[in-house]
C-alpha cells in the first residue's frame, strides 16, 4: 500500500511493483485500453522498423497507474532494444544525465520516469542529446573551462510525466510523439482484470470483476491491487470461486465503497459537509480536521472527488456538492453552497 495507507492510491510501492511486473503486457497487442494512443504509436514505431531507424522520441503523460512504465517496456520489446529507466528526481546534476547518456548503446530506449522534476542544467543537456545526439562536458572552470563534445549513439527517450505544464516548451517540442493517457471505463477494466486473474489462476465471476471495476477510480494499477486483496480474502476464507459476494465482503473490509471512495475521501467529505456545513473551507483547515497533511488531502483525495462531482474548488476554498451530501445520506441544508459539478478552479484560490 502507500504510505497514506490508502488502497485507492495509484502511487506504488516496492513489493507492489515486483507484483505489477508480472501483471504486465509485454506487447502493444496484449495493452488494454487507450485505443488512440495505442493505434499512433503502434505507427509510429512500425514506420522506425521499416525505415531501419531508431524511434522517435516520446512523451507520455497522464495520471499515475494509467500504464506510462508499461507503454515504455513495450517501445523497448517492440522495436527489440535494450531498456534502461531512471527518474526525474535521481538526475539532479548535468554529470548524472551524461553519465547515463554516455553508457548507451544504439537504439537503446531511455526511459525517464517524472521527467519534469529533473534540474535545469540536465534539462538544457538533454535537448542537444535529443536532437544532435551529442553533449558537451565542461572540464574546468572559469576562463580556464573547456567544452569536450561528446558524440551518443542514436537512442529513443521515452518520457513520462503526471504534469505536462511543468515541462518547459523547448523540451516538449522535441519528443516526436507525445500521447496523452485517458482514465478507464469499467469495461475496460473489466478487461484488464480478466487478463490478469488468468494470469494469477484465480477463478472469479462476472458480477465480481464489475463489483472490482467499478471501485477501482478508473485505474488499471488500483484495479490489480484491489483483486489482489480480494484474492487474499478469498484465500483465508477458502472460497475457491471469487463470486459477487465474496468481492464486496472485501472491498467494504478495507474501506472502498461501491464508488471507489477509502477512508480518506469519505473523511474528507464527512468533514466539510457536518463540520462546515458543505464549505467553502480552507484546504489547511480541512486537512486538519481530518488529522492528515495539507498535502495528503490535495493530491491523494482531493482530484479524485473533484473528477467525482463530489467536491468543488472555490476562491473561498472547497466546498461540497449535492451529490456528496447524497453519498453520504445526508441532508443538505437550504442554504448550503454547491457547485454542480465541481466548481470553479482558480490559482488565487485562497487557503484560509
Not at 486473474?197 to 484495479?223: D, E, K, W, Y
Request: net charge negative; hydrophobic share 45%.
Amino acid at each position: 500500500m502507500s504510505e497514506t495507507g490508502a488502497l485507492t492510491d495509484s502511487g506504488s510501492e516496492p513489493e507492489e511493483r515486483v507484483l505489477e511486473a508480472a501483471l504486465r503486457p509485454k506487447n502493444l497487442d496484449d495493452f488494454v485500453g487507450q485505443a488512440r494512443v495505442r493505434q499512433q504509436l503502434s505507427l509510429v514505431l512500425e514506420a522506425s522498423k521499416i525505415r531501419e531507424r531508431t524511434a522517435d522520441h516520446v512523451l507520455l503523460s497522464g495520471p499515475p497507474g494509467l500504464g506510462k512504465t508499461t507503454l515504455s517496456m513495450i517501445i523497448a520489446a517492440e522495436m527489440n532494444a535494450p531498456l534502461r529507466i531512471s527518474s526525474g528526481p535521481a538526475i539532479q546534476h548535468a554529470g548524472d544525465l551524461a553519465a547515463i547518456l554516455s553508457s548507451l548503446s544504439e537504439g537503446e530506449v531511455l526511459f525517464l520516469d517524472e521527467i519534469h522534476r529533473m534540474s535545469r542544467p540536465a534539462e538544457e543537456m538533454l535537448y542537444m542529446a535529443m536532437e544532435d545526439f551529442r553533449v558537451d562536458i565542461i572540464v574546468g572552470k572559469g576562463a580556464g573551462a573547456t567544452a569536450i563534445p561528446l558524440e551518443i549513439p542514436p537512442f529513443t527517450l521515452v518520457g513520462a510525466t503526471t504534469r505536462a505544464g511543468l515541462l518547459p516548451g523547448p523540451l516538449r517540442d522535441r519528443f516526436g510523439f507525445t500521447g496523452h493517457l485517458e482514465f478507464y471505463s469499467v469495461a475496460e477494466l473489466e478487461l484488464v482484470l480478466r487478463r490478469s486473474a488468468m494470469m494469477l489462476s484465480l477463478s472469479v465471476n462476472s458480477a465480481a470483476f464489475s463489483q472490482i471495476a467499478s471501485r477501482s477510480r478508473g485505474t488499471p494499477r488500483i484495479a490489480n491491487r484491489l483483486l489482489r486483496r480480494v484474492r487474499d480474502w478469498a484465500l483465508v476464507n477458502r472460497q475457491e470461486t471469487i463470486d459477487e459476494r465474496a468481492a464486496c465482503a472485501a472491498l467494504d473490509m478495507y474501506e472502498v465503497d461501491e464508488r471507489g471512495l477509502d477512508r480518506l475521501d469519505r473523511a474528507v467529505l464527512f468533514a466539510l459537509c457536518s463540520k462546515f456545513g458543505g464549505g467553502p473551507v480552507g484546504l489547511s483547515t480541512l486537512a486538519i480536521a481530518v488529522g492528515e497533511e495539507t498535502e495528503t488531502v490535495e493530491t491523494v483525495a482531493e482530484p479524485f472527488l473533484v473528477r467525482e462531482g463530489l467536491l468543488g474548488r472555490t476562491p473561498r476554498g472547497r466546498i461540497a456538492t449535492a451529490a456528496a451530501w447524497a453519498h453520504l445520506g445526508l441532508s443538505m441544508p437550504a442554504d448550503a453552497i454547491f457547485a454542480g459539478q465541481g466548481g470553479i478552479e482558480l490559482d488565487s484560490e485562497s487557503d484560509d
